[in-house]
């Protein structure tokens, strides 16, 4: 099945809208959850309200963020630790989640070392909508 653009720009406008405005970004080490549904695995290692308008409006199928999101390296991350997936929230309710590394879903600028009162930065996330 194929998709035209505006069909891929409306399914990615929706998914930014039903996440909601400054959703909360957390990174965390561990297994990433089965889904969204499942709780929280792993330790919160950094953490960071996202700007109200999180990712910019959809074109040719994708989105990206608008602008660098800064989180905060959290205690549990200690001296440093490094971190595998992340979850993006509203409410506490998971919308999002996937890996985070310098080749995952989501990658850190610099190494992914997560250290307690680090700022850890997301200069660039983008999501791509399939089936063109």
Aim: proline share 5%; aromatic share 4%; glycine share 12%.
């Amino acid at each position: 099945m194929q998709y035209s653009t505006d069909i891929r720009d409306a399914q990615n406008d929706a998914m930014v809208q039903t996440v909601g405005a400054s959703p909360v970004l957390e990174i965390r080490d561990g297994a990433i959850p089965a889904n969204c549904l499942a709780p929280d695995t792993g330790e919160l290692l950094a953490v960071g309200t996202l700007p109200q308008r999180w990712m910019a409006d959809s074109a040719e199928g994708m989105t990206a963020n608008l602008v660098e999101w800064r989180l905060l390296g959290q205690i549990a991350a200690g001296m440093g630790k490094q971190a595998t997936h992340f979850r993006i929230k509203q409410g506490g309710k998971c919308h999002m989640q996937g890996t985070f590394s310098v080749t995952g879903d989501m990658q850190p600028d610099g190494p992914n070392q997560i250290s307690n009162g680090k700022l850890v930065t997301v200069s660039h996330f983008t999501v791509s909508r399939g089936n063109a």
